[in-house]
């Protein structure tokens, strides 16, 4: 429901017959694979897994680092980042819903910053935005780049991403790599990504999420046992291995 039929018409019949035209195919997840697989009918085993990464400039800030970036985001107060093109696969509304619940329930100084441009069929955004009771707390930043994205999603108390679909989910391993913690969707992809190091939620659970942000914001040990994780879990994915497993697969296609 998020493309139009022209192009629904067209990667339904061209992609499987390019997948199975293919010496080699590749796919960033285990998910991705067995998707593709069924979708095409192609034998999985078919089918390499290569690794997305996050970024080299995604890394843990200093104190008054973190201190600085919240000062010139929020005017100082902590806040969770939402990071990713504004449109409907995102599933931003339920984290605007959500954020305006754990303040209702809680009356935290926390805001909400979207480090994003609009992409397309954001109207919806904009409806539950203008409902919210706390809609004064939520800082749209606009496009960023590298360097400001990723102080930006160092200096936050949590990255709230709960899209319906990810291939993979760059933006929940940039933010570990950041030691920020993360909760994410308990769907597609992101479990198989984020391990054991984040918080997950049902994509649609507006409860769920405002209450995984609760726990995020008052149990600070499980806040410090994420980040440590998610540091971890970052560091287990590599742009040079995966450059090198790709150009491995490219020779092996010759």
Known sequence: DQLDAITIRYFRRRFPDCARAATRLATVS????EDIANICRIPSENISVISNAARDVFTPLPPDRQAAIRSLRTGGAPYFVFVGVIQPRKNLTTVLQAF???KQDHGTPHKLVIAGRHGWRY????????????KADVVFTGYLSDEELASTVGAATALTMVPHF???GIPILEA??????VITSNVTSLPEVAGDAALFVPPTDIHALASAMSRITHEPTLAHD??????ARSRTYSWDR???QLWDLAMSAR
């Open 166 to 168: 990810e291939g993979f």
């Open 123 to 134: 109207g919806d955004v904009t409806t539950v935005l203008e409902a919210m009771t706390h």
């Open 100 to 102: 305006d619940r754990f």
């Open 226 to 231: 994420l980040s440590v994780r998610g540091l």
């Open 30 to 33: 285990e998910y991705s694979r």
């Open 242 to 244: 995966s450059a090198d």
């Open 176 to 181: 570990m790599a950041c030691g920020t913690p």
